[in-house]
């Protein structure tokens, strides 16, 4: 039997299809798998499991997950999911969708009406070392390393790199500080991405009300205006809030969160509380700092800190509210629930504007 592709959470009492298809071999139709007015967009998969792929087949199916993502997008608002994510089948795509269904309506709601858009700004590294390189401080190490003792030469040329290192980042930071507050003016959230090279001086998501998008993109011409050619701009979107609120779905090991439970000391049925009571109790006793000469030099407390770990991460996977708060809630850790169960995590890592 065909696994179920799972690409996103779609607000939908219809059964919609899209006109795309999921990865090869065979490549089949999207679809939705529908409950309760939620819709999971869904393929079915005939490959391999994605660990095993080359790097170019991975990379042919990060693109066809989402060109799927990106098509949804022009009718429904989408929770993307994890890249890679994969279950049994249908019933089990309709289990998620109950088990984190407060969670996927909760999200739904607050990205209503919002799209994520990314800037990437780069300038002409060659251009800009050539001006720092005409920097006071510079012309006078160029000048002390042709006339000064040999012997000197490459500690003058160790702190030349520093100051040239200090000027270039000194100098992006104030390009970056100046695009990002005049675009996250009519941002709703901001998240600064890593600047993977040299080339590039900022690297950030946006998410903005749809309804903004003009607006947003007027002020990048305004800003490549005011940059005078010196910065070049690329403007990625709208896109799903891929950044804003990322779906993971993981199963967990039954036979893992059986042992963990039973170094605890707990029973079949736990809440957050109990796990970090137990957590405290055990650690007291079991602590290397407290008890130097105990169970072979600490090896029992750190058992005792990866099953707490372990019961917490479940515990808050099966939080439907995804409330810290709602610690007192019980969750069944018995194996045949734990092997039915599908953990839930939609992050917010993005500052607000």
């Known amino acids: 039997m065909a696994r179920k592709y799972i690409f996103g959470i779609i607000p939908t009492s219809d059964s919609p299809t899209f006109g795309v298809c999921g990865f090869p071999p065979g490549p089949e139709p999207a679809h939705t798998v529908v409950y309760r007015g939620l819709g999971c967009v869904v393929s079915n998969y005939l490959g391999e499991d994605f660990a095993s792929l080359s790097k170019e087949s991975l990379l042919r199916c990060l693109m066809d997950h989402q060109a799927v993502i990106e098509r949804v997008m ?59 390189g005409r920097e006071d401080e510079i012309v006078r190490l160029k000048r002390a390393m042709a006339n000064g003792p040999p012997g000197d030469v490459l500690e003058q040329q160790i702190r030349a790199g520093e100051i040239i290192k200090e000027s270039l980042d000194r100098r992006r930071d104030k390009y970056q500080q100046r695009m990002i507050e005049s675009l996250q003016t009519i941002a709703l959230a901001v998240q600064p991405n890593a600047l993977v090279a040299d080339e590039m001086v900022m690297n950030v998501a946006f998410l903005i009300q749809r309804d903004q998008e003009g607006e947003f993109d007027k002020r990048v011409r305004e800003l490549d205006r005011a940059c005078c050619d010196q910065i070049d701009f690329r403007v990625i979107g709208p896109l799903p809030p891929y950044t804003f609120a990322p779906v993971e779905v993981v199963r967990p090991n039954a036979e893992k969160i059986e042992e963990a ?66 610690q007192d809630r019980r969750y069944s850790l018995a194996p045949e629930d734990v092997r039915h169960a599908f953990l839930v995590t939609i992050g917010r890592s993005a500052r607000a504007a």
């Open 74 to 132: 022009k009718d429904y608002p989408i929770l993307a999911v994890k890249f890679g994510t994969l279950v049994e089948g249908d019933g089990d795509v309709q289990r998620l969708i109950e088990q984190g269904y407060r969670k996927f309506t909760q999200a739904l709601i607050w990205l209503d009406g919002r799209v994520e858009i990314e800037v990437a700004a780069t300038w002409d590294l060659s251009r800009v070392l050539s001006d720092i």
């Open 261 to 326: 439970r039973r170094v605890l000391g707990l029973g079949h049925e736990v809440s957050e509380a109990q796990v970090k009571e137990a957590y405290r109790r055990l650690a007291a006793e079991t602590h290397p700092d407290i008890h130097p000469d105990g169970e072979q030099g600490g090896e029992r407390f750190t058992r005792v800190r990866e099953a707490f770990a372990l019961l917490t991460a479940y515990c808050r996977g099966q939080n439907q509210t995804g409330e810290r708060a709602a």
